[in-house]
């Protein structure tokens, strides 16, 4: 349920915007202080601000602006003003829209859906969720470059998790020691892959429950190793 803070002095406007916008199934609170309106505004979560610009203490436009330094919240302004130039001055301080009163309850619910609905779709435009592997309590995220075994963290180098991350987004597939050496280490199979037997054994310290009877990377004898899934 979306919370909306309405900041608004005349208390019977602000009841009539309060129950037809539950009615529409919204969690509204009403501040009519500018000072209070403000200070709620800027430690509390809300989803959507109603907010009136003439206010005692503090006016609409100074709360308008220090909202908008601080968050990306739909902000409605609602004044009883039609001047164009208080429009324009409300719009430029960050407000998304200007209501002129006297207006109609439900011209004021249909606004607010219209902008609750445009911001939930820009900021799901706008997050990227983590890419994260998960096998049998191991997680692995790919995004963040950390590892938990059964949601306990494990602290791996960046060679380690190069090495078990390929393994895991291969899995099944048997690898000789000269196919990862060169696959993680970029580099022709000429050098050294017992770095490769090195970083297996440390990668297992970290995620097996038993090194002896492994369950994620198998050793597959005379050939390599093997993710298990």
């Known amino acids: 349920m979306s919370k909306l803070l309405i900041i608004e002095d005349e208390e019977a406007i602000a009841e009539l915007e309060k129950d037809y916008l539950e009615l529409s199934g919204f969690d509204v609170e009403i501040e009519t202080s500018g000072n209070r309106g403000l200070e709620r505004a800027m430690k509390e979560d809300f989803d959507l601000f109603i907010l009136d610009l003439m206010l005692p203490e503090t006016d609409g436009f100074e709360i308008c602006k220090r909202i908008r330094k601080n968050k990306n919240t739909p902000i409605l302004m609602v004044s009883a003003k039609k001047d164009d130039i208080d429009k324009i001055r409300g719009l430029g301080l960050g407000a998304d829209d200007y209501i002129t009163k006297p207006f109609s309850p439900s011209e004021l619910v249909a606004r607010v859906k219209a902008h609750l609905a445009r911001y939930e779709r820009l900021i ?9 592997i998960e096998i049998r309590g191991l997680k692995i995220d790919k995004t963040a470059r950390r590892v938990y075994i059964n949601g306990e963290e494990k602290q791996f180098t960046t060679k380690e998790f190069d090495l078990l991350t390929f393994l895991a987004q291969n899995p099944n597939h048997v690898y000789t020691k000269e196919e990862l050496f060169n696959k993680i280490w ?6 050294d892959i017992a770095t490769v037997t090195v970083h297996i054994k440390k ?18 004898w005379g050939v390599g190793y093997r993710f298990k899934v």
């Open 203 to 220: 990668i297992r310290e970290k995620i097996e429950f038993n090194t002896a009877k492994p369950q994620y990377i198998e050793t597959i």
């Open 186 to 191: 970029d580099m022709e199979s000429v050098g």
């Open 124 to 132: 799901g435009s706008t997050v990227i969720e983590n890419e994260i």
